[in-house]
């Protein structure tokens, strides 16, 4: 039988790819294979977990501080040795993740086909996102399918001279995950329960969803975010949620600056069911990241981005997002504009998502099928 190895090895990953790994388990005469490198440990063990996804191979590599350097040496060598061993007929790697283009490279070493999920996403800038920019460019080329989650991803492959006939718009898989995490948790709301507490202490206040950790904005930058949400926290109307990442670099500069406040609920990373429900309950969504440009206008949840450059325009361009870089007078600014300008929030909260209507995966599933002679 034909096998196709899935590779991954973050929490993002994980959500956009447990989807495609379902659909695809459920084609006749396909032998589907995965290996996570653990490039994110903790965070990629709460997603394999909602989804009940027991990985076939685990390389464990995630190292406290490791280098990209470092991080990107093992990966390649160890997902060559897994290659090597499953000799797979088809590799599907997934956004831009150090996993992901050390993926696609192993693969394109034995001259072995590459799928990239997520494909096409561009900022412009090799330094923002980074290192994540450069890792999609150098997939693109190695890919023999890509999956573009919208038309503007698939007019960024064709600019670059990708054939037109291994160029497939299927939508974001993330929106596929979201909405099946959604419905699990409505039928089982023990799965996020965890947040019923802060629901009960913040109720009646318009609550501010807030996550951050690009390696773009450590230093000056991450300060300056501490310092705005301080700002809005002083709002009695408004409170504050917000899921630390445990890398230093963010949690440090939070201590340091943001300190304890009564109505910023400072917490450790949410699974996600948890992190579903939190989206749910928000007015605003404050981020950084980039799956959370898409997740949030799923659930008609404004979006605004602290980044300078976003290689997921579609949301700016149908409104559901603002791009407002990480200036602290900025940041102040357009949250008590979205809290007070009925208009404004409205628009943006009905904005049309562009970025899929849930069936991705299915779709992805259908044209790997036909790739390896199914």
Same mark, same amino acid.
């Given at each position: 039988?034909?096998k196709?190895l899935?590779?991954?090895?973050?929490?993002?990953e994980?959500?956009?790819l447990?989807?495609v790994?379902r659909a695809l388990?459920?084609?006749?005469g396909?032998?589907v294979?995965?290996?996570?490198?653990?490039q994110?440990?903790g965070?990629?063990?709460?997603v394999?977990a909602?989804?009940?996804?027991?990985p076939?191979?685990?390389l464990?590599l995630?190292?406290?501080?490791?280098?990209?350097d470092?991080?990107?040496?093992?990966?390649?060598?160890?997902?060559?040795d897994?290659?090597?061993?499953? !000799?797979?007929?088809?590799? +599907?790697v997934?956004?831009?993740? /150090?996993?992901?283009m &050390?993926? #696609?490279? %192993?693969?394109?070493?034995?001259?072995?086909?590459?799928?990239?999920?997520e494909?096409?996403?561009?900022s412009g800038d090799?330094?923002?996102p980074w290192?994540?920019?450069v890792n999609? !460019?150098?997939?693109?080329? +190695?890919?023999?399918?890509h999956? /573009?989650?919208t038309? &503007?991803? #698939?007019? %960024?492959?064709?600019?670059?001279?990708?054939?037109?006939?291994?160029?497939?718009?299927t939508?974001?898989?993330v929106?596929?995950?979201?909405?099946?995490?959604?419905?699990r948790?409505?039928?089982?709301?023990?799965?996020?329960a965890?947040?019923d507490?802060?629901?009960?202490?913040?109720?009646g206040?318009?609550?501010?969803?807030?996550?951050?950790?690009?390696?773009e904005?450590?230093?000056d930058?991450?300060?300056?975010?501490a310092?705005?949400?301080?700002?809005?926290?002083e709002r009695d109307?408004?409170?504050v949620?917000f899921?630390?990442?445990?890398?230093?670099?963010?949690?440090s500069?939070?201590?340091d600056?943001?300190?304890a406040r009564a109505?910023?609920?400072?917490?450790?990373?949410?699974?996600?069911?948890?992190?579903?429900?939190?989206?749910?309950?928000?007015d605003i969504?404050?981020t950084d990241?980039g799956?959370?440009?898409?997740?949030?206008?799923?659930?008609?949840?404004?979006v605004?981005?602290?980044?300078?450059?976003?290689e997921?325009?579609?949301?700016v361009a149908?409104g559901t997002a603002?791009?407002?870089?990480?200036d602290?007078?900025?940041?102040?600014?357009?949250?008590?504009t979205?809290?007070?300008?009925?208009?404004r929030?409205?628009?943006m909260?009905?904005?049309?998502n562009?970025f899929?209507d849930?069936h991705?995966?299915?779709?992805?599933?259908?044209?790997v099928?036909?790739?390896?002679?199914?």
């Amino acid at each position: 039988m034909p096998k196709v190895l899935v590779i991954f090895g973050t929490r993002p990953e994980a959500i956009k790819l447990f989807p495609v790994i379902r659909a695809l388990a459920a084609i006749p005469g396909l032998t589907v294979r995965t290996c996570v490198t653990a490039q994110h440990r903790g965070l990629l063990d709460q997603v394999l977990a909602i989804a009940d996804l027991v990985p076939d191979i685990d390389l464990d590599l995630m190292e406290p501080g490791q280098t990209l350097d470092r991080l990107t040496a093992r990966l390649l060598v160890g997902l060559g040795d897994v290659m090597d061993a499953e !000799r797979p007929d088809l590799v +599907i790697v997934q956004g831009d993740t /150090a996993t992901a283009m &050390t993926g #696609a490279l %192993a693969a394109y070493y034995r001259k072995v086909p590459v799928a990239h999920v997520e494909a096409g996403l561009r900022s412009g800038d090799i330094y923002h996102p980074w290192p994540e920019e450069v890792n999609r !460019r150098i997939v693109a080329p +190695i890919a023999k399918l890509h999956f /573009a989650p919208t038309d &503007t991803a #698939a007019d %960024a492959l064709r600019r670059e001279t990708i054939a037109e006939d291994t160029i497939y718009v299927t939508g974001n898989t993330v929106i596929d995950a979201l909405h099946w995490t959604a419905d699990r948790v409505a039928a089982d709301p023990s799965l996020a329960a965890g947040l019923d507490p802060i629901a009960a202490r913040f109720a009646g206040r318009r609550i501010i969803l807030v996550t951050t950790h690009r390696r773009e904005n450590f230093g000056d930058g991450m300060a300056a975010i501490a310092r705005a949400i301080g700002r809005i926290a002083e709002r009695d109307d408004v409170a504050v949620l917000f899921p630390v990442h445990p890398n230093p670099n963010v949690v440090s500069v939070m201590d340091d600056i943001l300190g304890a406040r009564a109505n910023v609920a400072r917490i450790e990373p949410l699974d996600y069911p948890h992190f579903v429900r939190a989206l749910g309950m928000a007015d605003i969504v404050l981020t950084d990241s980039g799956g959370v440009q898409e997740e949030a206008p799923a659930l008609g949840k404004p979006v605004l981005v602290m980044r300078e450059t976003t290689e997921r325009p579609e949301g700016v361009a149908a409104g559901t997002a603002r791009l407002i870089g990480t200036d602290e007078d900025r940041i102040v600014s357009e949250i008590f504009t979205l809290l007070d300008d009925t208009s404004r929030y409205s628009a943006m909260a009905r904005a049309h998502n562009p970025f899929g209507d849930g069936h991705a995966a299915a779709k992805i599933a259908k044209v790997v099928a036909h790739a390896v002679g199914l």
